[in-house]
């Protein structure tokens, strides 16, 4: 089955810094990818859609300025963390697939653990 | 926005005996999917199995089978003969003609040996 990679697996950070975290699809072409944020114990929030080469689509209550997604390649998409503060660390996780629809495959990435000091 | 209502935040079964998850979801939209996810402690999320909403037909794959009723935006999920590595966060996910996934909040599964 199609992979998807999540670069680095575990972040820490100091308070106040930018953090870059990476999804790729490994062996095929993602128009569109999708960032989730997952707190201890709960269920996975959709944050935004990212598309290649345009601007991402956030979903209401999620601070663009704040989580930036960047999609420059069928193949990558990044999504930065701007001035992270202690209550942005969660376990980030990213989706790629279904280019025909959701009855392709949506596969994910295996998640991003960020914990800011 | 959709929602999608897992009720069950625990739940346990026997090995080799037989469990169902439960799931609603409210939407206003006519074609969608559904799918049961399972997220083992590594997080890795694993598709279990997906539903075509214009599909009558209840999806299967080997032990897991659903009970998909439109009406009543019901999609439970039945685990045959459950196994030890079946323990695991299981997620019920709704999927719009956007694309875009929205989870449950997760049902807990152990399976006691």
């Known amino acids: 089955g199609a992979v998807v990679s999540q670069h680095p697996s575990w972040v820490i950070c100091k308070s106040g810094t930018s953090v870059k975290i990476e999804c790729r699809s490994l062996?095929?072409?993602?128009?569109?990818m999708f960032w989730y944020r997952q707190f201890p114990k709960q269920s996975l929030m959709l944050m935004a859609t990212?598309?290649?080469?345009?601007?991402?689509?956030?979903e209401q209550g999620v601070e663009k300025d704040k989580f930036l997604i960047n999609h420059a390649s069928l193949t990558l998409s990044t999504l930065t963390v701007t001035s992270a503060h202690p209550e942005d660390s969660s376990f980030y996780i990213c989706?790629?697939?279904?280019?025909?629809?959701?009855?392709?495959?949506?596969?994910f990435g295996p998640g991003t653990r960020l914990t800011v000091l | 926005a959709q929602t999608v209502t897992q009720s069950q935040p625990e739940m346990s079964v026997q090995e080799a005996e037989t469990v169902t998850l439960s799931c609603t979801y409210d939407t206003s939209e006519s074609n969608y999917y559904l799918f049961w996810y399972k997220q083992p402690p590594s997080r890795q999320m694993i598709l279990v199995i997906r539903q075509e909403a214009y599909k009558q037909q209840n999806a299967t794959e080997n032990r897991f089978s659903v009970n998909f009723q439109k009406a009543a935006k019901s999609f439970s999920l039945k685990i045959s003969d459950s196994q030890l590595g079946d323990t695991a966060m299981y997620f019920c996910?709704?999927?719009?003609?956007?694309?875009?996934?929205?989870f449950g909040t997760g049902t807990s599964l152990t399976v006691i040996p």
């Open positions: 062996d095929f072409q993602a128009t569109t």
């Open positions: 990212s598309n290649e080469g345009s601007k991402a689509t956030y």
């Open positions: 989706s790629a697939g279904g280019a025909s629809g959701p009855t392709d495959t949506q596969y």
């Open positions: 996910a709704f999927c719009n003609t956007g694309n875009q996934f929205y």
